[in-house]
């Protein structure tokens, strides 16, 4: 009786325990600050320039990052920087511009400040569980004005609903595959070329499109096949809406023309990493 005792207080505490860690993995991570409504400020005032001293620091030109360094020096600059985006009013009305540009910088700051907490790590799949346990994405939260926010929000519930199809050759989820991390932040002021600059780098990098002019034939980002509605209802909208920044005439034309087959290349999660 005691032994049948002794297994069922096991196997309850194990049950517990289990449940326990489940929970604490589950667990949201905060970062940012709170801050109170009368001390925030419209989206337009937050000087991105803290942003751009890291970038420049550990980003090369490539986009590729140095996560070893920047955790080694500037994990105190950084928090200080998402301190500085949790001042930002939600509430208070701002140009398009400043909110594109805050939101950009929020989404490529905090994915950086994920992979810091995981570092050394291969890449950002190993930190986005899908039923249980922590999931980057989702449980990674920035305090912003009076609300907390997921990376999976700010995509998709803030900068996806704002218009521009170029916002996803500029948030960058930390992989290879990525479009590259800009080494300066995005500004309201230049905002537009920007996005134009660094998705024509995008569609300049043979990973991330290829032309068969022989068979015609598109080989494109899975980024285009993804989220493929944001780029237009159909082949020809999407292929005139990545046209003018394809690397060349013939390429731009044939997009134009939607004289292409259309397949998708495979996606490199591994670490955009300066190795």
């Not at 050394?120 to 920035?142: C, E, Q």
């Amino acid at each position: 009786m005691k032994l049948k005792f002794a297994l069922r207080m096991a196997f309850a505490i194990a049950f517990v325990t289990s449940l326990t860690s489940v929970s604490m993995a589950q667990k949201k991570v905060i970062v940012g600050q709170a801050v109170s409504e009368k001390n925030q400020v419209p989206m337009h005032e937050i000087d991105h320039s803290a942003w751009t001293a890291l970038l420049q620091k550990h980003v090369n030109e490539n986009g590729e990052v140095n996560y070893e360094a920047f955790k080694a020096q500037d994990r105190e600059a950084l928090g200080a920087y998402l301190n500085l985006l949790s001042t930002a009013s939600t509430r208070v009305e701002t140009t398009r511009e400043a909110s594109l540009a805050f939101w950009i910088n929020a989404y490529n700051a905090v994915t950086v400040e994920g992979i810091l907490r995981e570092y050394p790590t291969s890449s950002i799949r190993n930190h986005t569980a899908k039923l249980v346990g922590y999931n980057i994405w989702k449980d990674l939260l920035l305090a912003v004005g009076n609300t907390q926010i997921s990376l999976n929000d700010m995509e998709h519930e803030v900068l996806r609903k704002m218009g521009d199809p170029r916002i996803h050759f500029a948030i960058v989820c930390a992989s290879h595959s990525c479009p590259r991390l800009l080494n300066q932040a995005y500004t309201a002021e230049n905002l537009e070329a920007q996005l134009v600059a660094n998705t024509q780098a995008f569609f300049a990098n043979r990973e991330n499109f290829q032309y068969d002019p022989n068979q015609r034939q598109f080989k494109l980002s899975s980024i285009i096949d993804w989220f493929k509605e944001d780029f237009g209802n159909d082949q020809a909208n999407q292929l005139a809406t990545i046209a003018p920044y394809l690397p060349d005439q013939q390429a731009y034309d044939a997009a134009v023309a939607n004289s292409v087959r259309v397949s998708y290349l495979e996606y490199d999660w591994s670490l955009n990493e300066q190795k």
